[in-house]
C-alpha cells in the first residue's frame, strides 16, 4: 500500500477560544477531540500517517492528550512551527513579529517530515467521512508527482458559519469541469437574513449563502514544498514594516497559481456537515452533534480501544 498522510494543523493559538487551546477541547464521551475523529476517518479512508503541525510550547500538553494515543494505531510525526523558522537574513527585520507565519509556513514546517501525498486539514474542524474518502481517492489515484497537481473538498457556506461571530473562509469560484478558478481569503463574514457579508481588503460585500468555500483541505504532493519555499522568501522580501502582522496563508498561494495559470485544483465535493470550534460558545454544538452521529452508528461511543 502507498503510503498517504494526513497533515494536521494544530499550531494556532486559539485566541478567540476563550483563551485556551481550542485544539485539545474535549468533544466526544469520553474525552474524545475533534482531532480523533478526523484521524478515525481518514485511516478509514485509507490514510496510513498522520504528521501533526504544533508549537514547541503545546508539546507537552499535545503528546499526552492525543499524540501518544494516536502512536498506537498509526505511524506519527511531528513538526514545529516557530515564528523564528525563517531564513536568518529576515531576523531583524521582522523581530516584532509576535506568532508564526500562518498556514503556508504551516505546511512548509513539514518537508523534512513528508515524501508523500497528503492532505491538509485543520485542528479544530469537523470534515466528515465522505471528504476523506473523496480525498483519498484522489491522491492515491494519481501517479503523478506534479507539485502543482492539487485537490481541495469544497464545502458549502451556510453549512461553516458560526452563530457566535465571525469567522474567516476561502470564497471558491469552481468551473463547470469542478476545477477551481479563483479563491480569496475573506475575513469577518457573518450570516445576514438571507445572505452572508464578509469583507476583502477591508471592503465589505455580500456572498449568497450556497458560495462554494474552503476549509483549508488540500491534497497535495511533497514537491509543493519547493514552491511554498521559495513563495515564503519572496513573501518575507516583500513585507514591509507596517505589515508585520500579515501572514502567509495557503489559500493566497494557491490562488495565485491558479490566476498564474500555474496550477489546477480538482475540487472535490462534500455533502457532509461541516462543524468546528471557533468560538468557546461552539463547543456545545459540536458536542452534541458528535453525540448524534454516535447515535446514528457513525462512530462506535470510544473510537480507539
Not at 500500500?1 to 468533544?27: D, E, Y
Not at 492515491?140 to 461571530?165: P, Q, R, W, Y
Not at 493566497?252 to 457532509?272: M, P, T, Y
Given at each position: 500500500?502507498?503510503?498517504?498522510?494526513?497533515?494536521?494543523?494544530?499550531?494556532?493559538?486559539?485566541?478567540?477560544?476563550?483563551?485556551g487551546?481550542?485544539?485539545?477541547?474535549?468533544?466526544?464521551?469520553?474525552?474524545?477531540?475533534?482531532?480523533?475523529?478526523?484521524?478515525y476517518?481518514?485511516?478509514?479512508?485509507g490514510?496510513?500517517?498522520?504528521v501533526?503541525?504544533?508549537?514547541r510550547?503545546?508539546e507537552?500538553?499535545?503528546?499526552?492528550?492525543i499524540?501518544?494515543?494516536?502512536?498506537?494505531?498509526v505511524?506519527?510525526?511531528?513538526a514545529?512551527?516557530?515564528?523564528?523558522?525563517?531564513?536568518?537574513?529576515?531576523?531583524?527585520?521582522?523581530?516584532?513579529?509576535?506568532?508564526?507565519?500562518?498556514?503556508g509556513?504551516?505546511?512548509?514546517?513539514c518537508?523534512?517530515?513528508?515524501?508523500?501525498?497528503?492532505?491538509?486539514?485543520?485542528?479544530?474542524?469537523?470534515?466528515?467521512?465522505?471528504?476523506?474518502?473523496?480525498?483519498y481517492?484522489?491522491?492515491?489515484?494519481?501517479?503523478?508527482?506534479?507539485?502543482?497537481?492539487?485537490?481541495m473538498?469544497?464545502?458549502?457556506l451556510?453549512?461553516?458559519?458560526?452563530?457566535?461571530?465571525?469567522?474567516?473562509?476561502?470564497?471558491?469560484?469552481?468551473?463547470?469541469?469542478?476545477?477551481?478558478?479563483?479563491?480569496?481569503?475573506?475575513?469577518?463574514?457573518?450570516?445576514?437574513?438571507?445572505?452572508?457579508v464578509?469583507?476583502?481588503?477591508?471592503?465589505?460585500?455580500?456572498?449568497?449563502l450556497?458560495?462554494?468555500?474552503?476549509?483549508?483541505?488540500?491534497?497535495?504532493?511533497?514537491?509543493?514544498?519547493?514552491?511554498?519555499?521559495?513563495?515564503?522568501?519572496?513573501?518575507?522580501?516583500a513585507?514591509?514594516?507596517?505589515?508585520?502582522?500579515?501572514e502567509?496563508?495557503?489559500?493566497?498561494?494557491?490562488?495565485?497559481?491558479?490566476r498564474?495559470?500555474?496550477?489546477?485544483?480538482?475540487?472535490?465535493e462534500?455533502?457532509?456537515?461541516?462543524?468546528?470550534?471557533?468560538?468557546?460558545?461552539?463547543?456545545?454544538?459540536?458536542?452534541?452533534?458528535?453525540?448524534?452521529?454516535?447515535?446514528?452508528?457513525?462512530?462506535?461511543e470510544?473510537?480507539f480501544?
Amino acid at each position: 500500500m502507498n503510503k498517504t498522510a494526513l497533515v494536521i494543523m494544530a499550531a494556532g493559538l486559539g485566541s478567540r477560544f476563550g483563551g485556551g487551546i481550542k485544539q485539545l477541547a474535549p468533544v466526544g464521551p469520553n474525552g474524545e477531540i475533534i482531532m480523533d475523529y478526523s484521524i478515525y476517518d481518514a485511516l478509514e479512508a485509507g490514510f496510513n500517517k498522520v504528521v501533526f503541525v504544533i508549537r514547541r510550547d503545546l508539546e507537552k500538553d499535545f503528546k499526552e492528550i492525543i499524540g501518544k494515543r494516536i502512536e498506537k494505531v498509526v505511524e506519527v510525526e511531528y513538526a514545529y512551527q516557530e515564528l523564528s523558522d525563517i531564513p536568518a537574513q529576515f531576523h531583524g527585520k521582522l523581530e516584532e513579529r509576535k506568532k508564526p507565519w500562518g498556514t503556508g509556513q504551516a505546511i512548509l514546517c513539514c518537508k523534512d517530515v513528508v515524501q508523500e501525498p497528503f492532505l491538509v486539514i485543520n485542528a479544530d474542524d469537523y470534515y466528515g467521512k465522505e471528504a476523506y474518502q473523496a480525498a483519498y481517492q484522489y491522491l492515491s489515484g494519481k501517479n503523478t508527482k506534479d507539485a502543482l497537481d492539487i485537490c481541495m473538498v469544497g464545502f458549502v457556506l451556510e453549512n461553516t458559519l458560526s452563530e457566535h461571530g465571525a469567522v474567516t473562509r476561502g470564497v471558491c469560484k469552481i468551473d463547470e469541469n469542478h476545477m477551481l478558478t479563483d479563491i480569496e481569503e475573506t475575513f469577518d463574514i457573518l450570516k445576514k437574513g438571507e445572505a452572508a457579508v464578509g469583507s476583502v481588503d477591508g471592503q465589505e460585500y455580500s456572498l449568497p449563502l450556497h458560495t462554494p468555500v474552503s476549509m483549508n483541505m488540500w491534497g497535495l504532493h511533497p514537491e509543493f514544498f519547493r514552491v511554498l519555499e521559495q513563495g515564503f522568501r519572496e513573501f518575507l522580501e516583500a513585507l514591509e514594516p507596517e505589515e508585520i502582522k500579515k501572514e502567509y496563508l495557503l489559500p493566497k498561494v494557491i490562488g495565485d497559481l491558479i490566476r498564474e495559470e500555474n496550477a489546477q485544483v480538482k475540487v472535490l465535493e462534500s455533502k457532509d456537515q461541516w462543524f468546528g470550534v471557533t468560538y468557546q460558545e461552539d463547543k456545545e454544538y459540536v458536542v452534541q452533534s458528535i453525540r448524534n452521529l454516535i447515535e446514528k452508528g457513525v462512530y462506535p461511543e470510544k473510537l480507539f480501544l
